[in-house]
């Protein structure tokens, strides 16, 4: 019986054919890092303190600076042990009764009493509009920052798996491009969101296409090439993500208006749909339907292209009543969880970023570039170890890192910055490789879905990471890290207990799991 690996040795495993789509596909991966992570700079939390109306009116009359006014509306107040100014209380004064002219530096009002703020806040913008400053996201209603992060992975969830279905049972091609539909117009519909509950709403839809589209163009790539290949376009298909991770501070630092920022984000997703007169079928999905005719319509372009000719006969015997125990199957993976305790702690130091007070545009720029030595780790380490063991590893190490950097004093901050990168390099490593060795576990006729399945804990991971990370922060600005690394060690254990995929061929029936040497 001759499979489409054997085909592929005649029609050519990586040549010019397969590098030109796989050359379109990665740029896929590039504006998804501003989806996946853009909350850094859109949901930018500034410094802030109660606006009093009537300071507001002095200040202007007076010409006060900012810290004139805010001193005479803000009380101090004891933040572990280090003295100031509140962000949420205000000086409970009712200037109609008070004497408050433009000379007003004698006035003392240590011994006022306090209240929530009235008026709504000011803001210490620094350039900068978020969707914070504009639906006023602070103090009791910070927690609503969250929702923002975890609505998009809401629909990070629902999509994956409802994308992940359509692309088994109707095609990658497809799949991927109505994704990209529903992308440009959920994307622009967020950038013209009215009030803070349709920006959740829109956000939801968003994130519906934007992975499961992702994961679909992931798919396709690695079913087209030959199986020595299969590592290497798997990984540069995810670094392509790190490049955007280091394009979108540069963007952010010059766009400076969260809306219009999403708008460029999302102007990619329709310049993909061009992607209809540039990508094919993947040929291993058609064989899997029975559509050898498409099959091979596609497989003898690919030849062609690739100045190569096919002299074997298409033939993929795809076994019934597998479809039920393989989904089944899915469930049971220890990778489910792995997904799930990765995405949390990769989540997780990234917007860890934009709450520690430096220059978030070098913090996260610095962070990104940390993300291409892991690229460059899996390359070289998952042909010659295997894929369990550097799997494993990297969670390990991250976890430690995670511990570390929490203990490390602040006085310490260039040993502390170095500690970080070796975890944030860790972590990247554990979630680049959770996707690949996903892939490589499924059969061909429900891989798209067996990977969307395994993604779903991931989200679930995304939705849970910004309430742990923020709300913790409160309490401790390092607890989170030390919820981290404990997962991030649970993790490195489940890796463990995965088959290893070394050199094993992308599988097309049960079989071909159950018994890869048969």
Same mark, same amino acid.
């Given at each position: 019986? =001759?499979?489409?690996?054997?085909?592929?040795?005649?029609?050519?495993?990586?040549?010019?054919?397969?590098?030109?789509?796989?050359?379109?596909?990665?740029?896929?991966?590039?504006?998804?890092?501003?989806?996946?992570?853009?909350?850094?700079?859109?949901?930018?939390?500034?410094?802030?303190?109660?606006?009093?109306?009537?300071?507001?009116?002095? %200040?202007?009359?007076?010409?006060?600076?900012?810290?004139?006014?805010?001193?005479?509306?803000?009380?101090?107040?004891?933040?572990?042990?280090?003295?100031?100014?509140?962000?949420?209380?205000?000086?409970?004064?009712?200037?109609?009764?008070?004497?408050?002219?433009?000379?007003?530096?004698?006035?003392?009002?240590? !011994?006022?009493?306090?209240?929530?703020?009235?008026?709504?806040?000011?803001?210490?913008? &620094?350039? /900068?509009?978020?969707?914070?400053?504009?639906?006023?996201?602070?103090?009791?209603?910070?927690?609503?920052?969250?929702?923002?992060?975890?609505?998009?992975?809401?629909?990070?969830?629902?999509?994956?798996?409802?994308? *992940?279905?359509?692309?088994?049972?109707? *095609?990658?091609?497809?799949?991927?491009?109505?994704?990209?539909?529903?992308?440009?117009?959920?994307?622009?519909?967020?950038?013209?969101?009215?009030?803070?509950?349709?920006?959740?709403?829109?956000?939801?839809?968003?994130?519906?296409?934007?992975?499961?589209?992702?994961? &679909? *163009?992931?798919?396709?790539?690695?079913?087209?090439?030959?199986?020595?290949? /299969?590592?290497?376009?798997?990984?540069?298909?995810?670094?392509?993500?790190?490049?955007?991770?280091?394009?979108?501070?540069?963007?952010?630092?010059?766009? =400076?208006?969260?809306?219009?920022?999403?708008?460029?984000?999302?102007?990619?997703?329709?310049?993909?749909?061009?992607?209809?007169?540039?990508?094919?079928?993947?040929?291993?999905?058609? $064989?899997?339907?029975?559509?050898?005719?498409?099959?091979?319509?596609?497989?003898?372009?690919?030849?062609?292209?690739?100045?190569?000719?096919?002299?074997?006969?298409?033939?993929?015997?795809?076994?019934?009543?597998? !479809?039920?125990? =393989?989904?089944?199957?899915?469930?049971?993976?220890?990778?489910?969880?792995? %997904?799930?305790?990765?995405?949390?702690?990769?989540?997780?130091?990234?917007?860890?970023?934009?709450?520690?007070?430096?220059?978030?545009?070098?913090?996260?720029?610095?962070?990104?570039?940390?993300?291409?030595?892991?690229?460059? $780790?899996? $390359?070289?380490?998952?042909?010659?170890?295997?894929?369990?063991?550097?799997?494993?590893?990297?969670?390990?190490?991250?976890?430690?890192?995670?511990?570390?950097?929490?203990?490390?004093?602040?006085?310490?901050?260039?040993?502390?910055?170095?500690?970080?990168?070796?975890? %944030?390099?860790?972590?990247?490593?554990?979630?680049?490789?959770?996707?690949?060795?996903?892939?490589?576990?499924?059969? =061909?006729?429900? /891989?798209?879905?067996?990977?969307?399945?395994?993604?779903?804990?991931?989200?679930?991971?995304?939705?849970?990471?910004?309430?742990?990370?923020?709300?913790?922060?409160?309490?401790?600005?390092?607890?989170?890290?030390?919820?981290?690394?404990?997962?991030?060690?649970?993790?490195?254990?489940?890796?463990?207990?995965?088959?290893?995929?070394?050199?094993?061929? $992308?599988?097309?029936?049960?079989?071909?799991?159950?018994?890869?040497?048969?």
């Amino acid at each position: 019986m =001759t499979t489409f690996d054997d085909i592929l040795e005649e029609a050519g495993k990586f040549g010019h054919f397969q590098k030109r789509i796989f050359a379109l596909l990665c740029m896929v991966s590039m504006p998804w890092a501003g989806v996946y992570v853009g909350i850094v700079f859109q949901g930018f939390t500034p410094d802030h303190w109660c606006r009093d109306s009537a300071v507001v009116e002095r %200040r202007q009359a007076c010409g006060w600076s900012l810290a004139d006014s805010r001193r005479l509306t803000v009380p101090m107040v004891n933040n572990s042990g280090v003295l100031q100014q509140s962000s949420c209380e205000q000086y409970e004064v009712d200037w109609n009764t008070t004497a408050l002219t433009c000379d007003s530096q004698e006035l003392d009002l240590s !011994k006022t009493p306090t209240t929530a703020c009235k008026d709504g806040w000011e803001y210490d913008y &620094a350039g /900068r509009q978020s969707f914070v400053t504009e639906f006023d996201l602070v103090c009791s209603d910070a927690w609503l920052v969250d929702m923002y992060q975890a609505t998009l992975n809401v629909g990070f969830l629902v999509g994956s798996i409802a994308i *992940g279905y359509l692309a088994d049972r109707f *095609g990658r091609k497809i799949s991927f491009l109505m994704s990209n539909l529903l992308n440009g117009i959920a994307g622009i519909l967020v950038a013209v969101a009215p009030n803070y509950t349709s920006l959740l709403v829109l956000r939801t839809f968003y994130g519906f296409g934007v992975k499961g589209g992702w994961v &679909a *163009g992931y798919v396709l790539i690695t079913e087209i090439v030959g199986v020595e290949y /299969r590592r290497t376009v798997g990984v540069i298909y995810q670094m392509f993500f790190s490049v955007g991770i280091l394009i979108l501070p540069l963007l952010a630092y010059f766009i =400076t208006d969260w809306r219009w920022l999403q708008v460029v984000i999302t102007a990619p997703y329709i310049l993909f749909l061009s992607y209809y007169w540039f990508i094919p079928e993947s040929p291993r999905w058609l $064989l899997s339907q029975n559509k050898n005719s498409k099959a091979v319509e596609i497989t003898e372009a690919m030849a062609k292209e690739n100045k190569m000719t096919l002299s074997k006969n298409i033939e993929v015997e795809i076994k019934t009543n597998e !479809k039920n125990k =393989t989904i089944i199957t899915l469930l049971h993976s220890p990778s489910v969880s792995s %997904r799930f305790t990765s995405a949390v702690v990769y989540q997780g130091l990234i917007m860890r970023l934009g709450i520690l007070g430096g220059n978030v545009y070098i913090d996260f720029l610095i962070s990104g570039l940390v993300e291409f030595p892991a690229a460059f $780790l899996i $390359l070289f380490t998952i042909e010659r170890i295997g894929r369990r063991i550097p799997f494993a590893s990297a969670n390990i190490v991250a976890g430690a890192a995670c511990f570390i950097t929490a203990l490390i004093p602040d006085s310490m901050f260039w040993f502390k910055t170095v500690v970080a990168c070796i975890g %944030r390099l860790g972590i990247t490593m554990a979630f680049e490789m959770v996707v690949f060795v996903n892939t490589e576990l499924y059969p =061909t006729f429900v /891989r798209n879905l067996g990977v969307s399945v395994c993604s779903t804990l991931c989200d679930v991971g995304g939705i849970v990471a910004p309430f742990l990370l923020y709300r913790l922060a409160v309490i401790w600005l390092e607890l989170p890290l030390i919820i981290f690394g404990s997962l991030a060690f649970l993790a490195g254990g489940l890796v463990l207990l995965l088959p290893e995929t070394r050199g094993v061929p $992308l599988p097309d029936t049960i079989d071909d799991i159950e018994f890869p040497d048969r």
